[in-house]
């Protein structure tokens, strides 16, 4: 009974604080820092940001990904044009192997999700399951914050290769 109480009482900081466990593994893949923005009633879908690691030799790729939070998920791509903005679906998000690719607000790839069941509000978290080709399904928890936030948080332990 003292070592049920003991576990216990050594995992209440890590219960405390869920927006604490920041990465994932699914074998050489690794998320970091899977985040949304915040969204209003009146807007109908959100953007999620996260990092995506292939610390293997194969190439990692992105084919699906699904939340209770929305409908659909969608994964785009915002690139300038001549000085425009533009955002396209992708159907898939390759990462090379030995890349890190890092999803932040402002440009690049990004997951949009569609239908918003409920606001994004920030401090609400949800959870999101990725699906990659030969890896199968991971499901990471997407804490809502600030554009700003997500990109300091990060900032404490980005590893770039």
Request: net charge negative.
């Amino acid at each position: 009974m003292r070592l049920m109480i003991s576990l216990l009482l050594a995992a209440g900081p890590l219960l405390a604080i869920p927006a604490m466990a920041h990465d994932y593994q699914l074998g050489d893949v690794r998320i970091d820092h899977p985040f949304a923005t915040p969204a209003p009633p009146s807007v109908p879908h959100g953007a999620a940001y996260l990092a995506i690691t292939v610390e293997g030799d194969e190439p990692a790729v992105l084919i699906g990904a699904s939340t209770p939070a929305s409908d659909t998920v969608e994964f785009h791509d915002m690139t300038m044009e001549g000085g425009i903005m533009r955002m396209r679906q992708v159907s898939e998000i390759e990462v090379p192997a030995g890349i890190t690719q890092t999803m932040r607000p402002g440009g690049g790839y990004h997951l949009m999700l569609m239908g918003l069941v409920a606001p994004l509000r920030e401090g609400d978290s949800f959870p999101l399951t990725l699906e990659f080709a030969e890896l199968g399904e991971i499901e990471v928890h997407v804490s809502v914050q600030s554009a700003g936030e997500g990109s300091a948080a990060d900032h404490h332990h980005h590893h770039d290769h």
